[in-house]
């Protein structure tokens, strides 16, 4: 009897401090940042956008009122937020907050001291994505507040990042990737790039002269070379994600547009699934015709590097399925599919390694991440140190051998030639 | 003689949790420190150290069947001496769960409740751990029984939830700071399994039966802590590679944040932290309750429930001399985990020369 009293006195006692009282907070005094935004500040250091979430029912309403933007410029991303709460009858939190957008012009800068303070954080988590938007942050935060297909901007970051698994033409850039290429000694950081649809008659006009001077080769070739803004398109949303933007230690350096960063993660061992656009392998039909494949990477790539001779082989490992043959050639099978085969995995390896070219000369950054391949050369810490791989990463050769093989071919076993031509 | 008995494999749990709690709080980082990339092999070569350490304990409590550490070192030492030795290790045991009562509270603070007072926390621990003990160890080691089960299983589902962010690469170099730094924190870091000397002051919770798998639950619990450490140290690497792993104040809260599966399956950190807090819990009261069971033995005393009160508020005490965080990370880090060795293997080996050379025991004459 006396044991169940003293039982009960400590259940008793055990519930005052369960209730968490100290830290509670009533979900409607908090104000949830959804998208952060880091610009540089006209009358002080920083100026901040924040994107709000105003909970409300899920089913109908306007997306517009489901988020209010606001922007306040002070010393420091903390000082910004404590400013906030002046103004509004929330108090802010970072715990459900999806992605970080920074200026061009602050990323060219150096992000280190933005990201310190973030990484630190026990509100922000490193999985928060971060993005440069080759513009203003707070403008591009302010015009994404109308969502076309989603209530919130942090379902619709989600899904536009996930693409990087589905298309490949964003990385999945996050906090924690850029911080581990930030402070590694064998790769360099990127994040993704974000950006405004531009609207302009100059720009319009600017892309059809573009367009008119290329062929149709070239066009099926550059078919996916676009930053944010350049898209030509009509409707949808007012942002873009598409490319990445390249860091040497803290400060961008470039960018890769939406088809280079397809490269980038195939070089990486990242790009799952997407389809890419080929001129037909026949040069007679390659101006006209074109051949589309469903491109999986089979394995990781497998990177050898000499580092006496300083030459670095890399070989991608592709599976594919043929969805479309404009020429209705028999490509899949035969002499045709080999020769099929043999012009995809050329294609590949030329750009593969036009683009590592790209990073050794024009941004001398491994932003894929080579270096941490070399590792395994090294007995110590130390000696991987002294080696000092990013210095001397631009000297290295380079080849790049592509393995693909067609795995499938949508629901046709093969291109029955047509009467016409057969006559 | 004590009535109470404890079973093989609770008391494997009592001692898996003792030691192995460490994975859950500074462990991975301090091991990072000194071993860089070659942390993830240090918990292997220390923990085979440790157990051959172990094994020659082992057969010093051979030699004195049914008797524990406290009255052995009394009979080698003479009672003077003896004492002295048997209240440097209760210290030990005293000190280290006092700074860990510290570094579990402020664990919560980070995590969980930022704005309740430390000492609100820390009372909370306390509570539990008197609750624990005061119903008695034989229901700490079952409870430990059944709570390991399920730790193992949040662990492992945890770990391997980190998949998308593990980069084999990032335990290379395999030698880390050199083969000399190596070796010099292999020997240094058997400090981290010290506490399985706790074993030897416990011996007279076995039945007769079971005294002679003593040394088998030492070797099993260790072997389970070796597992625990390297696949711990291995996934910390992999995911948060040298030198941003020496950072973390808890690496285990910061891998389950970085936990991200898709929308539906991210901050998902609030379900682990429960079997964390939980498993705080039981550390604390193994904790003190050894701590007891060793001055308990040493002061002949018969029943250790009345001090609970008492040393409840002497860990408190303990726990808030830190002046801060990095402070009392740092002495714990240096106390239980580097140096710690000297009293936990150092004391008892001495004990093993004495007797070995002197040819003192009962089964030795």
């Not at chain 1, 911080?179 to 319009?204: D, R, T, V």
């Not at chain 1, 961008?252 to 997407?274: A, C, D, M, P, S």
Request: net charge neutral; aromatic share 12%.
């Amino acid at each position: 009897m006396k044991q169940k009293i003293v039982f009960l006195m400590l259940l008793a006692a055990a519930l005052v401090f369960l209730t968490a009282c100290w830290s509670s907070h009533e979900t409607d005094e908090l104000g949830y940042i959804i998208l952060l935004g880091i610009d540089k500040g006209e009358r002080n250091i920083v100026n901040v956008t924040f994107q709000l979430a105003i909970p409300q029912p899920i089913e109908g309403g306007d997306a517009e009122k489901a988020s209010e933007v606001i922007s306040v410029e002070a010393p420091s991303l903390f000082a910004a937020l404590e400013l906030a709460d002046s103004f509004i009858s929330k108090h802010l939190t970072f715990i459900h907050n999806k992605a970080i957008i920074v200026s061009e012009e602050i990323a060219q800068e150096g992000l280190d001291r933005y990201i310190n303070p973030l990484v630190r954080s026990r509100e922000v988590r490193r999985t928060n994505f971060l993005m440069v938007t080759q513009g203003k942050a707070s403008e591009l935060i302010q015009a994404n507040k109308t969502l076309v297909f989603e209530r919130y901007p942090s379902r619709q970051i989600d899904i536009f990042m996930a693409a990087s698994r589905t298309t490949g033409l964003l990385p999945h850039a996050d906090i924690h990737r850029f911080y581990e290429g930030l402070n590694s000694p064998g790769s360099q950081p990127i994040a993704a790039l974000i950006g405004m649809e531009k609207k302009s008659p100059e720009k319009e006009k600017e892309d059809e002269l573009k367009q008119q001077e290329q062929n149709s080769k070239e066009k099926v070739e550059q078919g996916l070379a676009y930053l944010p803004g350049e898209i030509p398109r009509k409707g949808g949303n007012e942002i873009e994600i598409i490319g990445l933007a390249a860091f040497r230690e803290d400060k961008l350096i470039g960018y890769l547009n939406g088809k280079e960063t397809r490269f980038y993660q195939l070089l990486t061992g990242n790009f799952v699934r997407g389809s890419i656009t080929f001129p037909d392998p026949d040069p007679k039909e390659a101006g006209s015709n074109i051949i589309v494949a469903e491109i999986i990477q089979g394995r990781k790539p497998e990177v050898t590097i000499d580092l006496r001779q300083q030459k670095m082989k890399i070989r991608l490992f592709l599976e594919g399925e043929i969805l479309s043959i404009q020429s209705g050639e028999n490509y899949e099978q035969g002499r045709l599919r080999r020769q099929l085969e043999d012009y995809v995995s050329r294609t590949i390896s030329r750009e593969a390694t036009r683009l590592i070219r790209k990073t050794q000369e024009e941004f001398r950054a491994d932003i894929f991440g080579f270096g941490e391949n070399t590792r395994t050369d090294f007995l110590t810490w130390q000696d991987w140190i002294e080696y000092d791989w990013l210095s001397k990463y631009p000297q290295f050769e380079v080849s790049v051998e592509t393995e693909f093989h067609v795995r499938r071919t949508g629901m046709m076993m093969r291109t029955a030639p047509s009467e016409q031509k057969e006559g | 003689m004590n009535k109470i008995r404890i079973g093989y494999s609770e008391m494997t749990a009592v001692l898996v949790i003792l030691i192995g709690m460490k994975a859950f709080i500074g462990y991975p980082r301090m091991i990072t420190e000194h071993g860089a990339t070659a942390g993830w092999l240090l918990p292997i070569a220390s923990g085979a150290l440790a157990l051959g350490l172990w094994l020659i304990i082992a057969r010093l409590l051979e030699r004195f069947p049914g008797k524990p550490l406290t009255a052995i070192t009394e009979l080698l030492l003479g009672p003077g001496l003896g004492i002295a030795v048997n209240l440097i290790m209760f210290c030990y045991f005293l000190v280290t769960t006092g700074l860990l009562l510290r570094i579990f509270s402020e664990s919560v603070i980070l995590s969980l409740l930022p704005e309740t007072p430390l000492s609100a926390i820390a009372v909370f621990y306390l509570f539990g751990a008197w609750y624990a003990l005061y119903y008695g160890v034989e229901a700490l080691a079952r409870s430990s029984y059944i709570a390991l089960v399920y730790i193992g299983i949040g662990l492992v589902t945890s770990l391997a939830a980190l998949f998308p962010y593990y980069d084999f690469r990032m335990i290379f170099p395999v030698m880390g700071f050199g083969f000399g730094s190596f070796l010099k924190s292999s020997v240094f870091e058997i400090s981290s399994f010290g506490e399985v000397i706790a074993l030897a002051y416990l011996v007279s919770y076995f039945s007769s039966s079971d005294r002679a798998k003593i040394k088998k639950i030492g070797v099993w619990s260790m072997g389970v802590v070796i597992l625990l450490f390297t696949s711990m140290v291995t996934v910390y690497l992999m995911v948060l590679p040298y030198p941003t792993s020496t950072e973390t104040f808890v690496p285990i809260y910061q891998l389950y944040r970085s936990i991200f599966l898709g929308h539906y399956v991210q901050r998902v950190e609030a379900v682990f932290v429960i079997f964390a807090a939980f498993t705080a819990i039981m550390r604390i009261a193994i904790g003190l309750f050894v701590t007891l069971q060793i001055l308990k033995d040493t002061l002949k005393i018969p029943y250790y429930r009345p001090l609970l009160g008492l040393f409840s508020l002497l860990l408190f005490t303990i726990a808030f001399t830190p002046q801060n965080i990095v402070e009392t990370v740092k002495l714990e880090s240096l106390f239980s985990m580097y140096y710690g060795g000297a009293i936990t293997f150092g004391l008892p080996l001495l004990l093993c020369a004495i007797a070995f050379l002197g040819g003192k025991g009962e089964k030795a004459k």
